[in-house]
């Protein structure tokens, strides 16, 4: 069956960098888009990007843009989450999910939280 | 990049009907047929119950159906059960192949 599992998430200070990771299971992950999108604490749901099937095209929201880098290596079945310059506000539950392709994350994973306090 | 408004709680009784509504603009929600619905319980993550506008992925129960007027989207439960309360949040594909997510909807079944 589908399986993404987040890891990376902790807590880092303002201004510091943290890289997250997706890895994929039960799928042929190399057909997918894959979306990252967040939640902060009691709050709703916010999308942060996306990346195409061959991870030729990356798109962004633009409040992480030029600070996160969405990339994925087939090799491994991972996707990732670049995410420097970290703000306080960047705090939430960050979840992965397989794209029906650009337009939808369609299935997620269980999320990983960032804490982002000094 | 503005978020979807939805209107943040809406309830029924078991086994009526409600409506939860969805307005974007002729960018996104009106601008193509990428809308989608999302549920999510306390703790849970998301999980996708409505796809391009009225579409129900495998295993989604036919209670829950979408529809489209112009730049507002809609879900309807109907035959509302206990399990069905939970938040309910829209997306929709908007300009430079970016996505919105409404801010959600707290379902409360009476």
């Known amino acids: 069956q589908v399986q993404l599992v987040e890891s990376g998430g902790g807590v880092v200070q303002p201004g510091r960098s943290l890289r997250l990771s997706c890895a994929a299971s039960?799928?042929?992950?190399?057909?997918?888009?894959m979306h990252w999108v967040r939640q902060a604490p009691g709050k709703g749901l916010e999308w942060v990007a996306v990346?195409?099937?061959?991870?030729?095209?990356?798109y962004y929201a633009d409040s992480v843009r030029g600070r996160f880098t969405i990339s994925r290596d087939s090799s491994k079945n991972t996707l990732y989450l670049q995410m420097n310059s970290l703000r306080v506000e960047d705090t939430a539950v960050y979840y992965c999910a397989r794209g029906r392709g650009l337009s939808t994350p369609a299935y997620w994973g269980q999320g990983t939280l960032v804490t982002v306090s000094s | 990049q503005s978020a979807l408004t939805q209107p943040p709680s809406a309830s029924g009784s078991p086994g009526q009907s409600v409506t939860i509504s969805c307005t974007g603009t002729?960018?996104?929600?009106?601008?193509?047929?990428?809308v989608s619905w999302y549920q999510q319980h306390p703790g849970k993550a998301p999980k996708l119950m409505i796809y391009?506008?009225?579409k129900r992925p495998s295993g989604v129960p036919d209670r829950f159906s979408g529809s489209k007027s112009g730049n507002t989207a809609s879900l309807t439960v109907s035959g509302l059960q206990a399990e069905d309360e939970a938040d309910y949040y829209c997306s929709s594909f908007a300009g430079s192949n970016t996505v919105v997510f409404g801010g959600g909807t707290k379902l409360t079944v009476l």
């Open positions: 002729s960018s996104d929600v009106g601008g193509d047929n990428y």
């Open positions: 990346i195409s099937y061959d991870g030729s095209n990356k």
């Open positions: 391009e506008v009225t």
């Open positions: 039960g799928f042929t992950f190399s057909t997918y888009a």
